[in-house]
């Protein structure tokens, strides 16, 4: 392994793919597959599947990544893209931008801190995104899906419905959280209506090369490179680079950016895409997790394809 490699466009990512595959296997009995929400507590931990975009067009992948999984807290981003579109830097007043240091369901630091989540990704500042998104638009749960299918550039990306029912019947945390958001007047409309909008966005299925297409635009200033379509600012793309790389990973966000040194974002189905603006997004897809709900293989991928390649912001 050579540490000082610097990053050329002839990098042997297929080498480097199955490089990565070997040595991070072991650690696919290590994790846990998430329990909490009943409908994934089942998936296979052994399932591993990484796919890397470049902004040249190229992907290259390896294990299984032809096959859809539970993107979940992944889905905050396309929903915080949306509303900083739509509201733009008002929606700084709701929500706020530092890292949380605490657990993605936390409620405690919600209570001190009157109802103003710490950050648009963990899941109390993602239920202020989706009412804000109520607030905006008729039907926010068409606007994420359609953009999800429109920055993937696949048409049938699709909701999973079990997995979305199975959470709205154990999410009490997200009730729990949405209602005393509510209370504190940081919640607009019906919870009922704002928790069903974040289950869907949090139920969307896709496969690791979608997910890793679908965050091209934060890898290319704000722009799909794949159609050229403007999404976002390059300023904006910026700032949600940066929340990435500070909040991404919850309360492992500052080891995800020693270890990887990427903006990330992780989900409890086992996914994280990581994106280096100018050049590649790269997703990747493993169910057992750490303690802080993040992929452990998932991670260790990152950290060893930043470190093979040479590659990272920093
Ligand atoms: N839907 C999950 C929840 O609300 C998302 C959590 C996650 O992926 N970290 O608990």
């Known amino acids: 392994m050579n540490e000082n490699k610097i990053a050329t466009d002839d990098m042997n990512y297929d080498k480097i793919l199955r490089e990565i595959y070997k040595e991070v296997s072991p650690l696919f009995n290590q994790g846990k597959v998430v329990q909490y929400i009943p409908a994934l507590s089942a998936v296979p931990a052994s399932k591993f599947g990484m796919a890397v975009c470049t902004l040249d067009g190229d992907v290259y992948t390896i294990g299984d990544t032809d096959e859809r999984f539970s993107i979940q807290s992944i889905s905050k981003v396309y929903a ?77 990306i699709q909701y999973d419905n079990a997995v979305i029912a199975s959470e709205k019947i154990t999410g009490h945390r997200n009730m729990a959280l949405a209602h005393m958001m509510c209370s504190f007047r940081n919640i607009y409309n019906p919870v009922d209506d704002v928790l069903d909008v974040y289950f869907h966005h949090c139920g969307i299925s896709m496969n690791s090369i979608d997910l890793a297409r679908s965050f091209m635009y934060l890898a290319n200033h704000g722009v799909i490179p794949q159609s050229n379509e403007y999404i976002i600012s390059n300023s904006r793309a910026k700032r949600i680079n940066a929340l990435l790389l500070t909040c991404g990973l919850y309360d492992e966000s500052g080891d995800f950016a020693f270890r990887v040194g990427l903006p990330g974002k992780s989900g409890v189905g086992g996914g994280i895409v990581a994106v280096l603006p100018g050049k590649l997004s790269v997703a990747v897809w493993s169910p057992a997790l750490g303690p802080s709900g993040n992929s452990l293989a998932g991670i260790q991928a990152l950290e060893l394809f930043t470190t093979k390649t040479g590659m990272s912001v920093f």
Do not use: C
């Open 80 to 156: 915080l893209t949306l509303a900083f579109k739509m509201v733009g830097e008002d929606m700084w007043k709701r929500v706020g931008k530092e890292p949380s240091g605490n657990p993605f369901n936390s409620l405690v630091q919600l209570e001190y801190e009157r109802g103003i989540p710490r950050n648009p990704l963990i899941n109390a500042g993602s239920l202020v995104i989706a009412d804000i998104l109520l607030s905006q638009i008729p039907d926010p749960k068409h606007e994420i899906l359609k953009f999800v299918r429109k920055t993937s550039g696949n048409s049938d």
